[in-house]
């Protein structure tokens, strides 16, 4: 570009600190910033949330923080991107109190928190077990003009699984139906492993069966999940049956499904079935 004289705009150099950033060069793209600035083109909110994704990418939340702090100083008001980046970041590193000042900022600058935003927070919340304070932003954001989405259920469906609120849970899977919101093969992974993790088979039985009857066809992530749910309780007959129901419903099984099979026999001490499998 330099040569045939084609000088580098701000969205030129905004794509390539963005993409060193992904890499986690962060170093040289701070380089490229300085580059840019040198010549006469001012950064925008755009390069900054490209810089600050970059540093939390790296768990550099100090920097990223920096980052965000200098566009304030240079005049610029940083977006809902902004604050969802910084938002992200800090509840990747369990630091779930800053986030929630960051939320409480937004909206005390007039920014409009997106499904995305709450979809960060309740991850967040759900991933350090704080179940009722994800409960209280859910019902807020369903009190907003922002809809959640299917992210947003399969976040609530894990994450209450995994804290094992199951009550909660099934009550996030009937809203989810309320809303109109068909689930798909992800959602009933998350909801039979959960139910298969709770002792619950039978209602893994069912929703698994149920899967046909809405219109999916399951995959071999959800036969996986099934298997494993019969494995762990010893039903190796009908485990077994359904490895084979997934070849005839052209969804061969992978490494995993065998590996689960496998394990399952091995314990029982049916080296027989082992030797027929491998």
Known sequence: MMEQNIFPNVVTFNMLID????EGRTGEAEGILKIMVRRGEKPDVITYNALMDGYCLQGQMKKAKQVFNSQVDKGLEPSSRSYNILMNGFCNKMNIDKAMDLFREMSRKGLKPTTYTYNILLKGLLNIGTCNAADYIFHEMMCSSQNANIITYSI???GFFRNRKIGEAIKVFRSMQDQGIVP??????ILINGMCKAGKIEDARKLFNSILANGLKPNVQLYNTMIC???EVALLDEAEELLLQMDKDGCPPNDLTFNVVVRA???R???HKVKIYL
């Open 269 to 271: 001490g049916d080296r």
């Open 184 to 189: 798909n093969n992800f959602i009933y992974s």
């Open 229 to 231: 749910g019969l494995c």
């Open 265 to 267: 026999f091995l314990k």
């Open 19 to 22: 993409a060193l950033c992904k």
């Open 156 to 158: 609530l469906l894990d």
